[in-house]
C-alpha cells in the first residue's frame, strides 16, 4: 500500500495490521476538503485498486480538523457552461459513487465536523458511517441553498436510508443536523466519542453487521399509489416558504422523487437530469454568488490573532440581551449589566430560551447558563476584552457611558457601540483615545441574522477594526466593514424603502398589496409588515438621524401613529391589528391600479446603493450586495441588489428613477454615480 500511497496528491491510504484499509482525504492548501474534479479523479484510481485487491474493509476518513468533507466544488459550479455538460459530470460521479457502494468489502464513512452535501452523499455510498458525538458535528445536504438539489446520487440514497418523510424535509429546506439527530433518524450507525472513533469503525468491519435501511413502515410513503399524494402535500407546504420561480430546485426534487421513487436505478437517472439544468439557471448562479460572497466575509478574520474570552454587554434589552446569549452560545462568558436586576430577568429568561433550543442537552444548558452573569454594579468591565455598548439610541447617553468606561478598560479590549445609526464621530470625538471605538452592530434578531456591521469612523486604527472583524468572526457572524455615516450601510439603504411603502399606504394602497407586491419580487417578508416588526418608533428614530444629512422627508403619518403608541407588533397594533404576535390581515383586500408600485420601493433601493457606493461606505458593490442579501434577505435568488441592476440593465434603471422623478418628485432624482457605474460596466 505504500507504492499506491505516492499515486495520490489528496489521498492517503494505509492498511493496518487486520488488513483494513484506511483511506484519508487531506486537501492541500485548504482549510476543508472539498470533492474537486482532481480529487474525485484520484478516488477514482483508488477505488479501481481496491476493486482489484480488496481488504478486510475500508474505511475513509478526513485528516482535517475542521470536518469530513465539506461537499462539492463551488467554484467548479461556476465553470459549467451548459446542461450537457453538467449532466456528463454528475454521471460520472454517480458511476464512482455506485462502484464504491458496490465493493465486495464492506465500506465506512468516519465522520467529525461537517459532512454537507457531496462529502455526505459519499458517505451515504459506503455501507456503514460511524460519527463523533460532538456539537460541531454537522451532516445534511444543503444544495438547495445553492439553487440546486442533491446531484451525486443523495436524494435516492438518502431516502433509501430513512425513508421519504424524514429525508425529503432535511433536502428541501437544506438543513443540517447534529450527530444525536442523524442518529435517531437513522443517518448513521453509531455515534462515540473521540477516543472510541477508530475502536468503532474497526469494530464494524470485523463484525459487518447488517446495514441499516429504512423500515417497512418509513418506506411506505414511497408506494407508488401513496406517493403522488404525499408529493402533494409536499408542494402545498413548500409553496408556503418559496416561490417555484424563483427557487426552482425544491419543487425539482419533489417531481424527482414523485415520477421515479419507485425504482432506485431511474430516480438516479432523474436526479442527473434535473440537476444538469437546474446547474445553469439564473437562481443557481446568483445562489452559488452569494455562497461566495459569504466565503469572502468568512475569510475576513484570517489573519488577525485575536481570541475573546470574556465579554461584558451593557443594556440589557432585547439586542443586549440577545447579543450576550448569542456570544454564550459561541463559548464564551458574558456579563451583563443593567440599572437593576429587574432589568436583567427578561434577558435571563429568553437566553434559557435559546440555549434550550439549540442546546438540548441539560448539562449544556446548565453550562450556558452558568457563563451568563448578571452585573448591574458592572464588575465584569475591568476584565472584558470586548465590551458592547446597546442602550437607548441616544448620542449623549452613549457619550456619557463611553467617558465612565474609558478609564476602566483593558489597554486590549476591543470598545465597541451597537447603534444602528448614530455616525461614531459624534461619540468618539468625545473619548480620549478615539481611534479605538468601533461600531459592531447586530441585527434584530441576532440569533438568526448572520450579518453584523464593522463600523469604523475617520478616526478608527486598522488595528482595531481588524479585531472587531476577527470577533465577529469567532462568533460565527458574517462581518462587513463599513465606514460611518448616517445609517451605515443596511439602515441606510432600507430607510428610503420603507418610507416609500409609507407614501404608498398613504395615497391608499393596501398595507397587503405592498407587502405582497415586495414578496413577489422576492423580499422574504413586505415593507409594512417589516416596519411593524422592528418597531414604528425605531424606524422612526433611524430616519430622523438620517433625514437632516440625506434628505429625507419623513411621512407625518409615521409619527402620528408613533404619538398615538401604535408602534407595530410589539404595541400589538401598526399598520397591521395583531394577535398573539400574528398581523390581521385582509386577503381581500382591494387591488391599487398603480402599476409602478414594485418601482417605487425597489428603484429607491437601488438608488441608495449607488448613493453608497458614491461614498465609499463600503469597499465594493459584491460587499454591499451581502450585506443587503445578509442583513435584510433582499431577494437571494437576485444575487443582491447591484447585481440585480446590473442584471435588469443599469440605463434602465436610470430610465426607471427619471420617470419616477417625474411623475412623484426629487426623492427619485437619479443619483449622481449611475453614469460612472454605467461606463464601468461597459466591457467596451
Same mark, same amino acid.
Given at each position: 500500500?505504500?507504492?499506491? *500511497?505516492?499515486?495520490?496528491?489528496?489521498?492517503?491510504?494505509?492498511?493496518?495490521?487486520?488488513?483494513?484499509?484506511?483511506?484519508?482525504?487531506?486537501?492541500?492548501?485548504?482549510?476543508?476538503?472539498?470533492?474537486?474534479?482532481?480529487?474525485?479523479?484520484?478516488?477514482?484510481?483508488?477505488?479501481?485498486?481496491?476493486?482489484?485487491?480488496?481488504?478486510?474493509?475500508?474505511? !475513509?476518513?478526513?485528516?482535517?480538523?475542521?470536518?469530513?468533507?465539506?461537499?462539492?466544488?463551488?467554484?467548479?459550479?461556476?465553470?459549467?457552461?451548459?446542461?450537457?455538460?453538467?449532466?456528463?459530470?454528475?454521471?460520472?460521479?454517480?458511476?464512482?459513487?455506485?462502484?464504491?457502494?458496490?465493493?465486495?468489502?464492506?465500506?465506512?464513512?468516519?465522520?467529525?465536523?461537517?459532512?454537507?452535501?457531496?462529502?455526505?452523499?459519499?458517505?451515504?455510498?459506503?455501507?456503514?458511517?460511524?460519527?463523533?458525538?460532538?456539537?460541531?458535528?454537522?451532516?445534511?445536504?444543503?444544495?438547495?441553498?445553492?439553487?440546486?438539489?442533491?446531484? +451525486?446520487?443523495?436524494?435516492?440514497?438518502?431516502?433509501?436510508?430513512?425513508?421519504?418523510?424524514?429525508?425529503?424535509?432535511?433536502?428541501?429546506?437544506?438543513?443540517?443536523?447534529?450527530?444525536?439527530?442523524?442518529?435517531?433518524?437513522?443517518?448513521?450507525?453509531?455515534?462515540? @466519542?473521540?477516543?472510541?472513533?477508530?475502536?468503532?469503525?474497526?469494530?464494524?468491519?470485523?463484525?459487518?453487521?447488517?446495514?441499516?435501511?429504512?423500515?417497512?413502515?418509513?418506506?411506505?410513503?414511497?408506494?407508488?399509489?401513496?406517493? @403522488?399524494?404525499?408529493?402533494?402535500?409536499?408542494?402545498?407546504?413548500?409553496?408556503?416558504?418559496?416561490?417555484?420561480?424563483?427557487?426552482?430546485?425544491?419543487?425539482?426534487?419533489?417531481?424527482?422523487?414523485?415520477?421515479?421513487?419507485?425504482?432506485?436505478?431511474?430516480?438516479?437517472?432523474?436526479?442527473?437530469?434535473?440537476?444538469?439544468?437546474?446547474?445553469?439557471?439564473?437562481?443557481?448562479?446568483?445562489?452559488?454568488?452569494?455562497?461566495?460572497?459569504?466565503?469572502?466575509?468568512?475569510?475576513?478574520?484570517?489573519?488577525?490573532?485575536?481570541?475573546?474570552?470574556?465579554?461584558?454587554? %451593557?443594556?440589557?434589552?432585547?439586542?443586549?440581551?440577545?447579543?450576550?446569549?448569542?456570544?454564550?452560545?459561541?463559548?464564551?462568558?458574558?456579563?451583563?449589566?443593567?440599572?437593576?436586576?429587574? +432589568?436583567?430577568?427578561? $434577558?435571563?429568561?429568553?437566553?434559557?430560551?435559546?440555549?434550550?433550543?439549540?442546546?438540548? *442537552?441539560?448539562?449544556?444548558?446548565?453550562?450556558?447558563?452558568?457563563?451568563?452573569?448578571?452585573?448591574?454594579?458592572?464588575?465584569?468591565?475591568?476584565?472584558?476584552?470586548? %465590551?458592547?455598548?446597546? %442602550?437607548?439610541?441616544?448620542?449623549?447617553?452613549?457619550?456619557?457611558?463611553?467617558?465612565?468606561?474609558?478609564?476602566?478598560?483593558?489597554?486590549?479590549?476591543?470598545?465597541? =457601540?451597537?447603534?444602528?445609526?448614530?455616525?461614531?464621530?459624534?461619540?468618539?470625538?468625545?473619548?480620549?483615545?478615539?481611534?479605538?471605538?468601533?461600531?459592531?452592530?447586530?441585527?434584530?434578531?441576532?440569533?438568526?441574522?448572520?450579518?453584523?456591521?464593522?463600523?469604523?469612523?475617520?478616526?478608527?486604527?486598522?488595528?482595531?477594526?481588524?479585531?472587531?472583524?476577527?470577533?465577529?468572526?469567532?462568533?460565527?457572524?458574517?462581518?462587513?466593514?463599513?465606514?460611518?455615516?448616517?445609517? +451605515?450601510?443596511?439602515?441606510?439603504?432600507?430607510?428610503? /424603502?420603507?418610507?416609500?411603502?409609507?407614501?404608498?399606504?398613504?395615497?391608499?394602497?393596501?398595507?397587503?398589496?405592498?407587502?405582497?407586491?415586495? #414578496?413577489?419580487?422576492?423580499?422574504?417578508?413586505?415593507?409594512?409588515?417589516?416596519?411593524?416588526?422592528?418597531?414604528?418608533?425605531?424606524?422612526?428614530?433611524?430616519?430622523?438621524?438620517?433625514?437632516?444629512?440625506?434628505? !429625507?422627508?419623513?411621512?407625518?403619518?409615521?409619527?402620528?401613529?408613533?404619538?398615538?403608541?401604535?408602534?407595530?407588533? #410589539? =404595541?400589538?397594533?401598526?399598520? /397591521?391589528? /395583531?394577535?398573539?404576535?400574528?398581523?390581521?390581515?385582509?386577503?381581500?383586500?382591494?387591488?391599487?391600479?398603480?402599476?409602478?408600485?414594485?418601482?417605487?420601493?425597489?428603484?429607491?433601493?437601488?438608488?441608495?446603493? $449607488?448613493?453608497?457606493?458614491?461614498?465609499?461606505?463600503?469597499?465594493?458593490?459584491?460587499?454591499?450586495?451581502?450585506?443587503?442579501?445578509?442583513?435584510?434577505?433582499?431577494?437571494? +435568488?437576485?444575487?443582491?441588489?447591484?447585481?440585480?441592476?446590473?442584471?435588469?440593465?443599469?440605463?434602465?434603471?436610470?430610465?426607471?428613477?427619471?420617470?419616477?422623478?417625474?411623475? /412623484?418628485?426629487?426623492?427619485?432624482?437619479?443619483?449622481?454615480?449611475? *453614469?460612472?457605474?454605467?461606463?464601468?460596466?461597459?466591457?467596451?
Amino acid at each position: 500500500m505504500a507504492e499506491k *500511497q505516492k499515486k495520490y496528491l489528496n489521498w492517503k491510504a494505509e492498511t493496518d495490521d487486520e488488513g483494513i484499509l484506511w483511506c484519508h482525504l487531506d486537501v492541500p492548501d485548504r482549510s476543508a476538503n472539498v470533492l474537486s474534479s482532481a480529487v474525485l479523479e484520484e478516488f477514482e484510481r483508488f477505488i479501481t485498486d481496491v476493486e482489484a485487491d480488496l481488504p478486510l474493509g475500508l474505511v !475513509i476518513l478526513s485528516d482535517k480538523q475542521s470536518g469530513f468533507i465539506a461537499g462539492a466544488n463551488i467554484d467548479e459550479f461556476i465553470s459549467i457552461k451548459d446542461s450537457e455538460e453538467a449532466l456528463e459530470y454528475t454521471r460520472r460521479i454517480h458511476k464512482l459513487f455506485n462502484r464504491l457502494e458496490a465493493l465486495a468489502c464492506p465500506s465506512l464513512s468516519l465522520i467529525h465536523g461537517f459532512c454537507l452535501g457531496g462529502g455526505l452523499e459519499l458517505a451515504l455510498a459506503c455501507r456503514y458511517r460511524v460519527a463523533l458525538d460532538d456539537p460541531k458535528t454537522r451532516i445534511g445536504l444543503p444544495e438547495v441553498l445553492l439553487g440546486i438539489h442533491p446531484g +451525486f446520487g443523495g436524494s435516492m440514497r438518502m431516502i433509501r436510508q430513512i425513508g421519504a418523510l424524514q429525508a425529503m424535509p432535511l433536502m428541501l429546506a437544506g438543513r443540517a443536523v447534529d450527530g444525536r439527530k442523524a442518529l435517531k433518524l437513522g443517518l448513521i450507525d453509531r455515534l462515540v @466519542p473521540e477516543r472510541q472513533l477508530h475502536r468503532a469503525a474497526r469494530a464494524m468491519i470485523r463484525q459487518q453487521v447488517p446495514q441499516k435501511k429504512a423500515s417497512a413502515w418509513a418506506r411506505l410513503a414511497g408506494h407508488n399509489m401513496l406517493r @403522488p399524494l404525499v408529493a402533494g402535500f409536499m408542494r402545498r407546504e413548500l409553496r408556503r416558504k418559496a416561490n417555484k420561480e424563483h427557487y426552482p430546485a425544491p419543487f425539482a426534487l419533489i417531481d424527482v422523487w414523485e415520477k421515479h421513487g419507485g425504482d432506485e436505478k431511474d430516480m438516479l437517472d432523474a436526479e442527473a437530469r434535473s440537476i444538469a439544468k437546474l446547474f445553469i439557471t439564473d437562481s443557481s448562479r446568483n445562489l452559488v454568488r452569494l455562497y461566495k460572497l459569504q466565503e469572502r466575509l468568512k475569510s475576513k478574520d484570517s489573519e488577525v490573532d485575536f481570541k475573546a474570552q470574556h465579554v461584558h454587554v %451593557i443594556g440589557a434589552g432585547v439586542m443586549g440581551g440577545d447579543i450576550a446569549a448569542w456570544c454564550v452560545l459561541q463559548g464564551l462568558s458574558v456579563t451583563l449589566q443593567d440599572r437593576e436586576p429587574k +432589568f436583567i430577568a427578561p $434577558a435571563m429568561k429568553r437566553a434559557h430560551k435559546l440555549f434550550k433550543r439549540k442546546l438540548k *442537552q441539560t448539562r449544556l444548558i446548565t453550562a450556558a447558563m452558568d457563563r451568563l452573569i448578571p452585573d448591574h454594579k458592572a464588575l465584569g468591565v475591568e476584565k472584558a476584552d470586548v %465590551i458592547i455598548e446597546a %442602550i437607548v439610541e441616544n448620542a449623549e447617553a452613549k457619550i456619557t457611558l463611553f467617558k465612565e468606561l474609558e478609564p476602566r478598560i483593558k489597554d486590549t479590549a476591543i470598545l465597541a =457601540s451597537n447603534t444602528s445609526s448614530i455616525p461614531l464621530d459624534d461619540i468618539s470625538r468625545q473619548l480620549k483615545a478615539p481611534e479605538r471605538l468601533i461600531g459592531i452592530h447586530f441585527f434584530n434578531p441576532v440569533a438568526k441574522m448572520q450579518l453584523v456591521e464593522v463600523v469604523h469612523s475617520a478616526s478608527t486604527s486598522s488595528a482595531w477594526l481588524d479585531r472587531a472583524t476577527a470577533f465577529c468572526r469567532q462568533i460565527s457572524r458574517l462581518p462587513v466593514p463599513v465606514k460611518s455615516s448616517p445609517g +451605515f450601510l443596511v439602515n441606510r439603504i432600507l430607510t428610503p /424603502y420603507l418610507l416609500e411603502a409609507v407614501a404608498l399606504w398613504e395615497e391608499g394602497v393596501t398595507a397587503e398589496q405592498i407587502d405582497r407586491t415586495a #414578496k413577489s419580487f422576492g423580499m422574504p417578508m413586505g415593507p409594512v409588515e417589516l416596519a411593524d416588526t422592528v418597531g414604528l418608533d425605531i424606524c422612526l428614530s433611524v430616519a430622523k438621524n438620517m433625514a437632516d444629512t440625506l434628505n !429625507i422627508t419623513i411621512p407625518d403619518t409615521l409619527q402620528q401613529m408613533v404619538d398615538k403608541g401604535h408602534l407595530g407588533k #410589539k =404595541s400589538g397594533r401598526g399598520f /397591521y391589528t /395583531y394577535d398573539k404576535g400574528k398581523p390581521g390581515k385582509n386577503k381581500n383586500a382591494p387591488l391599487s391600479s398603480m402599476t409602478d408600485i414594485e418601482d417605487r420601493m425597489i428603484l429607491r433601493i437601488l438608488n441608495e446603493c $449607488a448613493a453608497c457606493l458614491r461614498e465609499q461606505i463600503v469597499e465594493d458593490a459584491d460587499l454591499l450586495d451581502a450585506g443587503m442579501v445578509f442583513g435584510t434577505g433582499f431577494a437571494p +435568488f437576485r444575487g443582491g441588489p447591484m447585481h440585480y441592476a446590473r442584471a435588469r440593465g443599469l440605463e434602465d434603471v436610470v430610465a426607471g428613477l427619471a420617470g419616477l422623478e417625474a411623475k /412623484y418628485g426629487e426623492r427619485f432624482s437619479p443619483d449622481a454615480s449611475w *453614469q460612472a457605474l454605467i461606463h464601468a460596466n461597459d466591457p467596451g
